[in-house]
């Protein structure tokens, strides 16, 4: 099966539109049906139907093994690519909206000042999107971060190949508007929070403390952006309760079960030189 032509079959699914898969890779309209039309010919079976344009049946099937085959080649590529080393000038690191705590932000500056020519490029990203940007070689380095029992490692998804190094780990607080009638505990049992009405955010998923605690834990209100202002607004306006690392909120102390915010430096296969010397800066 050809990568090339199963990269355009998964965006054309992914958009809906021959015209606009083709404006998206760079071909004409034509060259893309028949890219398609080659994969099809080559699994004896139609993938994409053409009025309205989405995956039969098959398609689905095959759009299920897809993505990770492809983000498979792709870290490949970017593990051999890593054997020529990163240029001693740039390097590019990733990370989860508040995985950069500033005990990390203070080895990060000592790491720059072990190695002044180096320039680093700082961006942001959900947590599945920084594994495939590290896995793909899109990023030397990636930090992520999130909820975990002390020194357990994080969930996280599939994406290849990757080494995952806990870096910090410190107490959560249950975050709640200050005329909550349990705002003035000296702590909080999620037991005690079952019943209240949550925010849905990308750090204090509902899922995992359902997964935690069982049943309960009403979503109030759904928060797909990554701001952490924006979180203690909502939750100062009385939206939801959510769960946030102690320095970044003030809020009653969780007591029970034990839990952290843990976050993670993520890499490849680093080669001697200024990203493997970054991340052991980090580590330390």
Do not use: K
Not at 30 to 58: F, K, Y
Not at 135 to 147: K, R, W
């Amino acid at each position: 099966m050809d990568p090339h032509l199963l990269r355009t079959f998964v965006t054309v699914a992914r958009l809906g539109s021959f015209s606009a898969a083709a404006e998206e890779l760079g071909y004409t309209q034509s060259a893309i049906s028949q890219q398609v039309a080659a994969l099809e010919a080559d699994l004896g079976m139609p993938l994409l139907g053409r009025r309205p344009v989405a995956p039969t049946e098959a398609g689905e099937r095959l759009l299920e093994h897809a993505e990770p085959l492809l983000l498979r080649i792709s870290a490949a590529r970017a593990d051999v690519r890593r054997t020529a080393g990163t240029p001693a000038h740039r390097l590019t690191l990733v990370a989860t909206p508040l995985a950069l705590t500033s005990r990390l932000a203070v080895r990060l500056a000592r790491a720059l000042e072990e190695q002044p020519r180096l320039r680093v490029s700082v961006s942001t990203a959900g947590l599945p999107e920084v594994g495939t940007l590290v896995a793909a070689g899109e990023a030397e380095v990636g930090l992520v971060d999130g909820i975990a029992a002390p020194n357990d490692p994080l969930r996280l998804p599939e994406v290849g190949p990757l080494t995952a190094i806990g870096v910090g780990e410190e107490d959560l607080v249950v975050a709640l508007p200050a005329d909550h009638p349990l705002a003035g505990r000296s702590g909080l049992r999620l037991h005690d929070l079952v019943d209240a009405g949550w925010l849905q955010t990308a750090l204090c998923p509902v899922e995992r403390l359902r997964d935690l605690m069982g049943e309960g834990f009403r979503v109030a209100m759904d928060y797909a952006g990554q701001d952490v202002h924006t979180v203690l607004n909502l939750v100062a306006a009385g939206l939801g309760l959510t769960l946030l690392p102690a320095s970044l909120a003030r809020g009653v102390p969780l007591v029970a079960p034990r839990l952290v915010h843990r976050v993670e430096v993520l890499h490849g296969g680093l080669p001697p030189g200024p990203a493997s010397r970054l991340v052991a800066t980090l580590t330390t």
